[in-house]
C-alpha cells in the first residue's frame, strides 16, 4: 500500500525557516508529479508548489520567492524549504504525488498533513 508521510513541522519565530519532508513508501513502479498544499484554520487547501518528473517547478505567487520545492526520486522524497516564514503562513502542511503503484493504475495520493505554527 502506497503512503506519503511528511515530516519537519513545528514552531519558528517570523522570519525563520523550516524545510518539510514527505517520503513515499510502498510498492511504486513510478513517482510523476509532486506537489505541496497547506491549510490554514477556517479556509479551504491552497496550492503551493508543484514539480513535474523532469523537475519543471510550478509556485503560487503567494510562496513564490520564498518556498522552493524539490524532489529526490532515488529516494522517493519531494521537500519544500520555507524561508521568511510569516504568521499567515500558519497552516497544516500536505503533500501530495502521482504515483503508479505495482499491478494499480496511476493516482493521486495524500499524505496526512505536517503543522507549522510561525508565531513569535
Not at 21 to 28: E, L, T, Y
Amino acid at each position: 500500500q502506497v503512503q506519503l508521510v511528511e515530516s519537519g513541522g513545528g514552531l519558528v519565530q517570523p522570519g525563520g525557516s523550516l524545510r518539510l519532508s514527505c517520503a513515499a513508501s510502498g510498492s511504486i513502479l513510478d513517482i510523476y508529479g509532486m506537489g505541496w498544499y497547506r491549510q490554514a484554520p477556517g479556509k479551504q487547501r491552497e496550492f503551493l508548489a508543484h514539480i513535474s518528473s523532469g523537475e519543471h517547478t510550478t509556485y503560487a505567487n503567494s510562496v513564490k520567492g520564498r518556498f522552493t520545492i524539490s524532489r529526490d526520486d532515488a529516494k522517493n522524497m519531494v521537500y519544500l524549504q520555507l524561508n521568511s516564514l510569516k504568521p499567515e503562513d500558519t497552516a497544516v502542511y500536505y503533500c501530495t504525488a502521482n504515483i503508479r503503484p505495482e499491478g494499480l493504475t496511476t493516482r493521486g495520493y495524500w499524505g496526512q498533513g505536517t503543522q507549522v505554527t510561525v508565531s513569535s
